[in-house]
């Protein structure tokens, strides 16, 4: 298999029994600000989203909304799923549907293959199942409800207790393997946390665990190529869609096996806590007995919590992204999550929280040096970008924390620290805001003695905000679109888009004579719903 070129990013696929909430646009946009942060890294960049369709709880789901699976499926799929991604700005690559022909074909060839490889073996399973999961539990990790009942610890509801005859893929043989691997791969769980209940937990002892469902309970899902009274259990045909989507199984020597081979392993799956255990143990030894390298990074996120538990639709207390969007916009929205939760980490949603920031850190602290830096413009130079003269030392020191923000911002997204990026662009943004003040660009202009000053500070403001708006594209690309317009830079440097991260910090690139314009401001005050 030939070295992979690109960078693969995915989300998990989400289960189409309910509408999205923003918990799960939550991974999608980390999913996608890393995507465009690599594309503006000038390297080839895959970005998988979609949708797991099978399983007990899309079936009964449908059945108690009247409808065969198929058809609910699909509408929820057009008329939600897609739809959420153009809401939060979401520029995916492609969609992968477990429904779809393509992704059945790579089930069977892959589960094929594992039999060939001698993992898989028939057997009788008894044990609790939690439907919300789609889990196999072990009685261990349940909690007490009324009486008799157990119930699932993520979601408070009882399992259900299961007996039936399986196909079990031999999990416990490859005990040894990922442990080595995990040891030798350090960075392949992240963050800590996350890596040390994986190690625990593979230490405690792994057993065989069911890959099929029988018919008598599940019929749902992708039946077995050699047994249909069986279907894939639902985690067995869901996991694979990162390899069904860039063309597992195809023939050698078609551009989809040419896909495949420049694309996979993947660099990062984006998951959520709940699903680590999926990701990081289940998924690698299926990789190991399909003979396929493994992925470079699983990193697990925390949860958005409402009143201190996960926030879910089954909970109701989900929350449709579009309720924040319709208001603050998309790219508060993506600016937000990012920002005000350290990845890896849970944070409480507050819509107080969310309103401060909006108001401190974007309409005041970014918006407002975007307005200042090009109504100046406007009104003492008719618009054009003025030359700028000798540099001062306070110039020459903005300079060098443009430089160290771009350093520090592109170290902490690729180690997927996304707070930490955006707070070293806040603090140049604040840096770029203090020397406003500190040069007094108003003052400046009421002497013509010093029109050669005001030209060099109006330059590196403007030119800051270059900067400033290639880091801010992948997160905010609607702000940071049209702040590049209002600078002039399309005609001289193109879409933004296609600036590098490392340009950010190629101090002067801006060319004077540019034509600046003022427009609306990037983040419009918020009008109080209750005034
Ligand atoms: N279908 C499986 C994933 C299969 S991947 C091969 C699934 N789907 S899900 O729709 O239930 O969840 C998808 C993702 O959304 C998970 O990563 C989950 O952690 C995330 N979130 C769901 N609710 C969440 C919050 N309240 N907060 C943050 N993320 C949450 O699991």
């Not at 170290?411 to 806040?426: E, P, V, Y």
């Not at 708006?469 to 005609?491: E, F, T």
Request: proline share 6%.
């Amino acid at each position: 298999m030939s070295e992979s070129k690109t960078y693969y990013v995915t989300t998990p696929i989400y289960y189409v029994n309910d509408s999205p909430h923003i918990g799960h646009a939550y991974t999608t946009v980390a999913g996608d600000v890393l995507a465009r942060w690599h594309r503006q890294r000038g390297e080839d960049v895959w970005y998988l989203t979609g949708t797991d369709e099978h399983g007990t709880k899309v079936e009964r789901t449908a059945r108690k909304n009247d409808m065969e699976p198929q058809a609910w499926v699909d509408q929820l799929v057009e008329n939600e799923w897609k739809p959420v991604l153009r809401t939060i700005d979401a520029a995916t690559d492609d969609f992968i549907r477990t429904t779809s022909g393509r992704h059945k074909e790579g089930v069977e060839a892959f589960w094929e293959k594992v039999r060939d490889n001698g993992d898989i073996y028939e057997g009788n399973f008894e044990g609790p199942y939690c439907v919300g999961c789609e889990e196999f539990k072990l009685p261990s990790e349940l909690l007490d409800g009324d009486g008799e009942e157990k119930l699932c610890p993520i979601h408070s509801r009882p399992v259900e207790m299961l007996e039936e005859r399986n196909w079990f893929f031999k999990l416990e043989s490859f005990t040894n393997r990922l442990l080595e691997h995990y040891e030798k791969h350090p960075e392949a769980i992240q963050p800590e946390s996350a890596r040390n209940e994986v190690i625990s937990f593979i230490k405690q002892g792994l057993r065989d665990i069911s890959m099929s469902r029988s018919v008598k309970n599940v019929t749902w899902g992708i039946p077995l190529p050699w047994d249909s009274e069986q279907v894939v259990y639902v985690w067995f045909d869901a996991l694979l869609n990162y390899i069904t989507a860039i063309g597992y199984g195809a023939r050698e020597g078609t551009p989809e096996a040419d896909k495949f081979a420049s694309t996979w392993p993947a660099n990062v799956h984006l998951v959520g806590k709940d699903i680590l255990r999926f990701h990081a143990v289940y998924w690698p030894a299926m990789l190991m007995a399909a003979d396929l390298p493994l992925p470079k990074h699983v990193f697990a996120h925390g949860w958005l919590l409402v009143g201190g538990e996960k926030m879910s639709k089954s909970k109701l207390t989900g929350i449709a992204p579009e309720q924040i969007i319709d208001h603050f916009g998309s790219d508060a929205f993506r600016y937000y999550f990012l920002r005000a939760i350290s990845f890896g980490n849970d944070g409480a949603f507050s819509w107080e929280d969310l309103s401060a920031r909006y108001t401190a850190e974007l309409a005041n602290g970014l918006g407002n040096l975007g307005s200042r830096a090009t109504a100046m413009v406007g009104k003492y130079f008719d618009g054009v970008l003025p030359e700028p003269g000798p540099y001062s030392n306070a110039d020459l020191a903005l300079q060098d924390q443009l430089v160290a923000a771009v350093e520090i911002a592109d170290a902490a997204i690729t180690r997927f620290d996304f707070s930490g990026a955006l707070a070293a662009m806040k603090s140049f943004v604040d840096a770029v805001n203090m020397y406003v003040t500190e040069q007094e660009p108003w003052k400046l202009a009421k002497d013509p003695k010093n029109t050669d000053r005001l030209r060099t500070v109006l330059y590196v403001m403007c030119e800051a905000l270059r900067g400033i708006a290639i880091l801010y594209n992948p997160v905010m690309p609607k702000a940071m679109g049209a702040l590049w317009g209002r600078l002039g830079a399309n005609p001289h440097l193109g879409p933004i888009a296609s600036n590098t991260i490392a340009s950010a910090g190629h101090w002067g690139e801006l060319p004077p004579g540019s034509l600046v314009s003022k427009g609306d401001g990037l983040f419009p005050r918020l009008e109080d719903p209750s005034e």
